[in-house]
């Protein structure tokens, strides 16, 4: 029988090929490899090489094998026609290795790459001691006497899957004839790595690695907000990377520590209004709550000094942009958007440091230089294509080197460089755009609350965690008021098909709420939640000259697109004598004011009678997918409203018939919230 010992990567191949298979071996040299499988496990072989020595040999060995060049393709071999393609100790001589695995991966069902190792230490002593050129650790030559080859390392090699997207399931790494277990430590001890990538990860999936997964993890204001929160994101970080047993693929996203966005943006208002003592407070309460931080959880003295420069630099900028908003007297968003994106900027190096004093191999990327954005400041939209190319490029190989990626939420900057802010909340949305980019497979949002509820716990007492919620649903509650997620966060999420899950930085064994694509089995679960949004201004426009004249509708709302309000509700009375809407309350007085320019003509005739606004309504929603194909969920609304003797102002069901949402006067909001957790039994464990 034919000996492949003397190749110890040929061994670890042939054990990982099952008999009676169909194998292609590419680089097949004189055909060892071939002649043991074809005697030890009956394989059905063919062989492509070079050299027509190699060849010849080959075939009076009684094998089959063609000459060729592998840099031309495999053409001639049809889709998925063999059961293993191998590649041994071949890769480094490829012009276009890209071109070749792809080529591989086309015609095998499995497909085997081993590589010397140029990375073993031997060959690291030869060039910094020696000052030679290292030879191939399993097959030495001599540089002169060498086929064109190019040096590669187990750790090039897993940065190239990665890059290329290219999905690994296995890898055995070998000193000699020895494997050597340790991934990190295979990097200088192996001499050589076998590898088997199977497929070209798709669009919508970061590749694999073994146990690799790629995660984005956002950690809210109340996950950071104190020393033990942030001991408990250690644990937490750590423990997913521990899980993920080939190569960690992690990006934490950070929220600015509780209470710190609030507290900017106050003091930016206060700077408008030149109240220089309340400014000098907000940098002394941010010195104060970073630097207890910096001292508790970063056990390097010299890390400690930098940030701790670091922080001083940041509060002597933030103090001169206050500074000229008072002299100015006006706060634009632009300024506005720099002020409150400092939070961020801060907790996420001080975040870096504190997981990588906790044993986390961690690095900082600065936000501003990764989410490209437009400049409508105060709620930026990403420019997604070279958000991608950015995150592609600055990421990608941080996390191909086994570190877990830190970055701030919530900011990010134009073209020109221009600070600017994803709207309130925003850190959600970060996750979200830097999971689309880098294709993960799970965006994690953790938070002080054990997934999504049925409905605010602080309302209703008995509300309980959902284990399921569909897109759809989710980015109804959060839309209307559910306050776990960013509502923008679903809509990247869903374009590349990425799993979402929230879950408690305090519970963290616990499921949370997965976020799902299953329509099916949401028809199944009837009304999920029942979700109150607050601080809200319902707009009336009434007139009977309204009645059968034509845009009347389309003027009112271009007004409102001109002043950028935000409509959440409309409704509109049959006799068409009035059209109501619902606002946010901060920007109704804009709204009202806005509709009076515009229609000032037919209310000097009396046209139209009044436009006014009411404060005093809550908006409630009862959310569910079955409500489409469930009759009679909106009667059962009402019944049971009616039956607490709860009035319903106004009544709208959305075009995705997803949610029915109604209007109550504030001091129903509860009660009615209540009602309808009742009337849907949503604290039984449904679903």
């Not at 958000?387 to 939420?409: D, I, K, M, Y």
């Not at 600017?420 to 002080?448: H, K, N």
């Not at 679960?525 to 004249?549: L, Q, Y």
């Amino acid at each position: 029988m034919h000996d492949v010992r003397a190749r110890p990567d040929l061994t670890a191949i042939a054990e990982l090929v099952t008999e009676g298979s169909r194998v292609l071996d590419l680089g097949c040299g004189t055909g060892e490899l071939l002649a043991y499988l074809i005697e030890a496990k009956a394989i059905r072989g063919t062989g492509i090489e070079l050299h027509e020595e190699a060849v010849m040999d080959c075939v009076g060995k009684g094998l089959t094998v063609v000459q060729g060049n592998l840099n031309d393709g495999l053409e001639d071999y049809p889709d998925q026609s063999v059961d293993y393609v191998i590649l041994s100790q071949t890769l480094h001589y490829l012009n276009r290795p890209v071109g070749v695995l792809q080529e591989m991966m086309r015609v095998g069902r499995q497909v085997v790459v081993s590589l010397p190792n140029w990375g073993h230490w031997r060959a690291r002593l030869d060039l910094v001691l020696k000052g030679r050129m290292p030879e191939a650790p399993i097959l030495p030559e001599p540089w002169h006497g060498a086929r064109r080859w190019q040096a590669v390392t187990i750790a090039d090699f897993l940065e190239f899957c990665l890059i290329e997207r290219i999905q690994v399931v296995d890898s055995i790494y070998l000193a000699g004839t020895r494997p050597v277990k340790n991934p990190s430590a295979a990097k200088w001890r192996a001499t050589t790595g076998v590898r088997t990538p199977v497929e070209r990860a798709s669009g919508s999936r970061f590749p694999l690695c073994g146990d690799f997964k790629m995660i984005v993890m956002k950690f809210g204001g109340t996950s950071v907000g104190s020393v033990d929160a942030l001991r408990q994101v250690a644990v937490i970080v750590r423990r997913e990377l521990d899980a993920q047993q080939t190569r960690p693929g992690v990006v934490v996203v950070t929220s600015a520590m509780s209470g710190v966005t609030d507290l900017l943006s106050a003091a930016a208002q206060a700077a408008a209004n030149a109240d220089h003592d309340r400014t000098e407070a907000t940098c002394s309460r941010l010195r104060t709550q970073h630097a207890e931080v910096t001292e508790t959880l970063v056990d390097d003295a010299d890390v400690r000094w930098r940030l701790t420069a670091e922080l001083e630099e940041t509060i002597r900028q933030l103090r001169r942009v206050l500074d000229s908003i008072a002299v100015l007297g006006e706060l634009t968003p632009r300024g506005n958007d720099w002020i409150c994106g400092t939070g961020e900027q801060v907790m996420a190096p001080l975040l870096t440091e504190v997981l990588k004093s906790a044993g986390v191999a961690a690095v900082h990327a600065n936000a501003r230089s990764l989410i490209v954005t437009d400049d409508n400041f105060g709620a930026a939209e990403p420019l997604v294509s070279e958000t991608e190319s950015r995150c592609q490029t600055q990421l990608t190989p941080l996390l191909a080197q086994g570190r877990a990626v830190v970055t701030g939420g919530f900011i990010g900057s134009t073209f020109d460089g221009l600070h600017t802010t994803l709207g309130r909340g925003g850190s959600d949305y970060s996750a979200a755009i830097l999971g689309a980019a880098l294709d993960a497979d799970e965006i994690q949002i953790w938070t002080d609350v054990s997934g999504v509820k049925t409905a605010d716990p602080k309302v209703v007492p008995d509300a309980r965690s959902l284990r399921e919620i569909t897109f759809p649903e989710i980015a109804e509650l959060a839309y209307y008021g559910a306050r776990v997620i960013h509502p923008k966060t679903v809509r990247p999420a869903i374009r590349k098909g990425i799993g979402l899950r929230v879950l408690n930085t305090f519970e963290p064994d616990h499921a949370g709420t997965r976020v799902i694509a299953d329509e099916q089995r949401a028809r199944q679960a009837g009304i999920k939640a029942i979700s109150a949004i607050r601080d809200m201004n319902m707009i009336m426009i009434e007139g009977r000259g309204m009645i059968g004249v034509p845009g009347i509708a389309a003027r009112a709302f271009r007004a409102v697109s001109d002043v950028n309000a935000n409509v959440l509700m409309i409704s509109q009375s049959s006799s068409e004598q009035s059209i109501c809407f619902v606002v946010p309350d901060d920007s109704a007085d804009m709204v009202i004011n806005a509709l009076r320019r515009e229609f000032s003509m037919e209310l000097d005739r009396g046209y139209i009678e009044r436009i006014d606004g009411d404060p005093d309504i809550v908006i409630v929603a009862a959310v569910g997918q079955a409500i489409r194909h469930t009759p009679g969920i909106a009667a059962r609304v009402f019944s049971a409203l009616g039956d607490a003797r709860i009035n319903v102002v106004s009544i709208a069901q959305g075009a995705s018939d997803t949610m029915i949402s109604l209007v109550v006067v504030r001091d129903a909001a509860d009660a009615a919230v209540n009602t309808l957790h009742r009337a849907f039994n949503l604290a039984q464990p449904t679903g």
